[in-house]
C-alpha cells in the first residue's frame, strides 16, 4: 500500500471476449498507471449487465475486441494517487458506466456528465480520452479517475450494491425526473435486473407500483420487492383492464415493444419513459401520442452526483440488487440466462474467482 504514483502498468486478470459474440474467456490485461488524480480499486465484485451482452454480441453495431465488460463494480481503494483527495486506502468504492467526460461543456458542468457534448468515455468498449481502449469490470483491478468513481454506504454489503452503478442510477434518475414519488402511479416493464431494481426504488419513493411482465411467474417477487400489482402483458385483458392508468411507465425491456399498447396505459399526460435499449427500432404511431399528450421520454445512465445521490438513498433505505452470486467460470451460462429473462434478478462475478 503507497500513496506515492507508480509510473508502470499492472498486470491483472479479467474475463475476455476476444471477438463478437466469442465466449469469455480468462486472461490478462494492463492497467495504467496510477497517476495524479487517479485511484486503484481492488474490485470484489462485478455485476452482468444486459448491455454487456448487447456490446459482445454487437447488437448496437461495431464493438472494440478485445472486450472486458463490466460497468457494475464494487470494490475497495487499494492505491491513491498523490493529488487523490475524495478517497483513501481501504474505502469502499463503486464505478458505474462511465470512467470520465470532457468536464467542460455545460452538461458536465451541471452533472449530467453522461450527456456530455463530446462524449462521455465508456467504462468499456471505449477509448478514454488520451485514445487507450477501455476495460471494464469483469477484472480484479481497474485504475480510474477520483472524480469518476463513487461511495458505497456502510450499511450496503458490496455485492449487492455493484448492480445499482448501472441497474440502480439508470431508474433512480428517471423516477426522479419524472418525479415519481406519494401519488404517483408508476408501472415498471419488464422484471430483470433494472426492472426489480426500479420496483424497490419507487416503492421507496412512495409512489404506486404496477409490474408489468411478460407471466405471472416473478410475481411473488415482484411483491415482496415493493410492487403493488403485477400484470401478465401475455394477457390481452391486462391492456384493457390497465387502460389510462399510470402517470409514468418505466421501460426496462431489452427487446422492441409495441409501444403504441403502452401509451395506451397512459393517463393524459403521462410519460412513457424507456431506458432498454433492443437491438431493433421501435416504431411510433403519431396518433398514439397526441390523443392524451402523451410523451415518449428516454434516459441514460445519470452523472456522478445523482450516482452518489442514489447510492446514499439505497443506503438509506437498506436497498439492494436482488443477486445471485456467480463465479468467473458462469458467465457464459449467466449470459444465456439472461438472454432467456431468467434472471433473478442480477447476475454478480465474484471477482476472486478471475
Ligand atoms: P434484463 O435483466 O435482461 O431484463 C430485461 C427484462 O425485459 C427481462 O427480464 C424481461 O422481463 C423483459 N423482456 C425481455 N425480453 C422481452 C420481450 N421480448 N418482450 C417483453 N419483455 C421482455 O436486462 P437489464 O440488464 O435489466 O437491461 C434492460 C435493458 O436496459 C437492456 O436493453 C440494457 O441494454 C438497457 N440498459 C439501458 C441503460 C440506460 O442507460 N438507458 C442502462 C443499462 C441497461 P420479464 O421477464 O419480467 O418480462
Ligand atoms: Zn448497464
Ligand atoms: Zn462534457
Not at 471476449?17 to 474467456?25: F, G, I, M, N, R
Not at 454487437?58 to 475486441?65: C, K, L, N, S
Not at 411482465?213 to 384493457?240: C, E, I, M, N, V
Amino acid at each position: 500500500m503507497t500513496t506515492s504514483t507508480v509510473a508502470t502498468t499492472s498486470t491483472v486478470a479479467a474475463y475476455v471476449a476476444s471477438a463478437a459474440k466469442a465466449p469469455l474467456e480468462r486472461t490478462t490485461i494492463e492497467r495504467r498507471p496510477v497517476s495524479e488524480h487517479d485511484v486503484l480499486i481492488d474490485i470484489k465484485y462485478a455485476g452482468i449487465c444486459h448491455s454487456d451482452i448487447h456490446q459482445v454480441q454487437e447488437g448496437w453495431g461495431e464493438a472494440i475486441f478485445p472486450m472486458v465488460p463490466g460497468h457494475e463494480i464494487a470494490g475497495v481503494v487499494a492505491e491513491v494517487g498523490p493529488g487523490v483527495t475524495k478517497y483513501a486506502v481501504g474505502d469502499r468504492v463503486g464505478v458505474g458506466v462511465m470512467v470520465d467526460s470532457c468536464r467542460e461543456c455545460a452538461n458536465c458542468r451541471a452533472g449530467l456528465e453522461q450527456y456530455c457534448f463530446h462524449g462521455m468515455t465508456g467504462t468499456y468498449n471505449d477509448r478514454d480520452r488520451g485514445g487507450e481502449v477501455t476495460y471494464g469490470g469483469y477484472s480484479t483491478r481497474i485504475v480510474v479517475d477520483e472524480n469518476y468513481v463513487v461511495r458505497i454506504p456502510d450499511s450496503l454489503p458490496l455485492e449487492v450494491a455493484a448492480p445499482l452503478l448501472c441497474a440502480g442510477i439508470t431508474t433512480y434518475s428517471p423516477l426522479r425526473h419524472w418525479n415519481v414519488g406519494p401519488g404517483t402511479k408508476v408501472a415498471v416493464v419488464g422484471m430483470g435486473g433494472l426492472g426489480h431494481v426500479a420496483v424497490k426504488l419507487a416503492h421507496a419513493m412512495g409512489a404506486e407500483v404496477t409490474v408489468l411482465s411478460q407471466s405471472l411467474r416473478k410475481k411473488d417477487d415482484g411483491l415482496r420487492l415493493g410492487a403493488d400489482h403485477y400484470y401478465a402483458t401475455s394477457d390481452p385483458t391486462t391492456f384493457d383492464d390497465l387502460a389510462a392508468s399510470f402517470d409514468v411507465i418505466l421501460s426496462t425491456v431489452s427487446a422492441p415493444l409495441d409501444l403504441a399498447a403502452y401509451f395506451a396505459l397512459l393517463k393524459t399526460g403521462g410519460t412513457f419513459a424507456n431506458v432498454g435499449l433492443p437491438e431493433q427500432a421501435m416504431s411510433v404511431e403519431p396518433f398514439s401520442l397526441i390523443d392524451g399528450r402523451k410523451t415518449l421520454a428516454g434516459s441514460m445512465i445519470g452523472g456522478i452526483a445523482e450516482t452518489q445521490e442514489m447510492l446514499d438513498f439505497c443506503g438509506q433505505h437498506g436497498l439492494g440488487a436482488e443477486i445471485e452470486l456467480i463465479d468467473a467460470d458462469q458467465i457464459n451460462t449467466a449470459y444465456d440466462r439472461v438472454l432467456g429473462s431468467d434472471v433473478r434478478y442480477r447476475f454478480v462475478i465474484d471477482t476472486a474467482t478471475i
